[in-house]
């Protein structure tokens, strides 16, 4: 019988096996995949595992998967299911010659599972923790474990969305998100609004209330751990209003290079005048 603490190591983590967990330690090199060496490490509670899986790998490899019960990880919640395989945290890769000890584990493991299929009330992985942030291709993103702020770039953002000027949520406003992964076209994290919410726009470059990727912007080791850990707060908060946070000040030099860029869009005749004296007046209040 496999003993508390013992340890399996295979290529970029190791598991711990304790008596009601799982510890997965995921390792810190080069070849490691950016998204493991993001979350360190992560205790998986048995019953939050279903099942357990050994197939043959690539290359003389045996992969040892413990398949999460549905509902139970925010992470993989997050993810939907977008992940490639190679960047999967519930996937350990052995050598062949080790298919043996991996077989005695996932046996051992089997054992002591009680969960089954059905999805789980709650969340029983603890989600990333923050503070988080990480800049999209419009906008940086950061979440204090209250709020989620969107602050939009200059360079990027839609007019829309400078027209509704920065944006703050309390996880108490929202009921979940929506993450497409950046490694697919019209990749985006949107934050989905309780009712009585406001129709959001279809394309997300459109909506205030999402951030979109692009080469190099909102990476999957950024991006999907921040989905993950807003997508828990808002299971644990209660609903209340939303409230308009107060405009925070700002840099002198940030406001001149926002107040340009409006002149830029009002003369393309992408902004009223009404809406250029609106928004610079708001932009000023801020200095």
Same mark, same amino acid.
């Given at each position: 019988?496999?003993?508390?603490?013992?340890?399996?190591?295979?290529?970029?983590?190791?598991?711990?096996?304790?008596?009601?967990?799982?510890?997965?330690?995921?390792?810190?090199?080069?070849?490691?995949?950016?998204?493991?060496?993001?979350?360190?490490?992560?205790?998986?509670?048995?019953?939050?595992?279903?099942?357990?899986?050994?197939?043959?790998?690539?290359?003389?490899?045996?992969?040892?998967?413990?398949?999460?019960?549905?509902?139970?990880?925010?992470?993989?919640?997050? !993810? /939907?299911?977008?992940?490639?395989? &190679?960047?999967? @945290?519930?996937?350990?890769? %052995? *050598?062949?010659?080790?298919?043996? $000890? +991996?077989?005695?584990?996932?046996?051992?493991?089997?054992?002591?599972?009680?969960?089954?299929?059905?999805?789980?009330?709650?969340?029983?992985?603890?989600?990333?923790?923050?503070?988080?942030?990480?800049?999209?291709?419009?906008?940086?993103?950061?979440?204090?474990?209250?709020?989620?702020?969107?602050?939009?770039?200059?360079?990027?953002?839609?007019?829309?969305?400078?027209?509704?000027?920065?944006?703050?949520?309390?996880?108490?406003?929202?009921?979940?998100?929506?993450?497409?992964?950046?490694?697919?076209?019209?990749?985006?994290?949107?934050?989905?609004?309780?009712?009585?919410?406001?129709?959001?726009?279809?394309?997300?470059?459109?909506?205030? !209330? /999402?951030?979109?990727?692009?080469? &190099?912007?909102? @990476?999957?080791?950024?991006? %999907? *751990?921040?989905?993950?850990?807003? $997508? +828990?707060?808002?299971?644990?908060?209660?609903?209340?209003?939303?409230?308009?946070?107060?405009?925070?000040?700002?840099?002198?030099?940030?406001?001149?290079?926002?107040?340009?860029?409006?002149?830029?869009?009002?003369?393309?005749?992408?902004?009223?005048?009404?809406?250029?004296?609106?928004?610079?007046?708001?932009?000023?209040?801020?200095?």
């Amino acid at each position: 019988m496999a003993r508390m603490g013992d340890v399996l190591a295979g290529f970029h983590a190791a598991w711990e096996f304790e008596s009601d967990s799982v510890l997965i330690r995921f390792e810190r090199g080069i070849r490691t995949p950016k998204l493991f060496q993001a979350l360190g490490e992560r205790r998986i509670p048995l019953e939050a595992i279903s099942a357990v899986t050994l197939t043959p790998g690539k290359r003389g490899t045996v992969v040892l998967r413990a398949v999460p019960r549905p509902g139970a990880d925010p992470l993989m919640e997050a !993810a /939907a299911g977008q992940l490639k395989e &190679g960047c999967d @945290p519930y996937r350990l890769v %052995l *050598p062949a010659d080790r298919e043996t $000890l +991996a077989e005695y584990y996932a046996d051992e493991l089997r054992g002591q599972l009680t969960a089954d299929e059905e999805p789980a009330e709650r969340f029983l992985v603890k989600p990333p923790e923050g503070p988080l942030s990480f800049k999209a291709y419009d906008g940086k993103a950061t979440f204090d474990g209250r709020t989620v702020s969107f602050r939009w770039f200059w360079t990027g953002a839609s007019s829309a969305k400078w027209k509704a000027g920065d944006q703050s949520f309390p996880v108490s406003a929202l009921c979940g998100v929506e993450w497409r992964s950046p490694e697919v076209l019209e990749g985006h994290l949107r934050l989905l609004r309780r009712d009585p919410a406001p129709a959001h726009p279809a394309q997300a470059d459109q909506d205030p !209330a /999402a951030v979109v990727f692009g080469l &190099g912007y909102g @990476p999957v080791h950024e991006s %999907l *751990p921040f989905a993950a850990a807003v $997508l +828990a707060a808002t299971r644990s908060a209660s609903p209340a209003p939303a409230v308009a946070a107060p405009a925070p000040h700002r840099d002198p030099a940030d406001i001149a290079d926002r107040i340009r860029h409006l002149g830029e869009l009002h003369e393309a005749g992408l902004v009223t005048d009404e809406e250029f004296s609106v928004k610079k007046a708001e932009l000023l209040a801020q200095l």
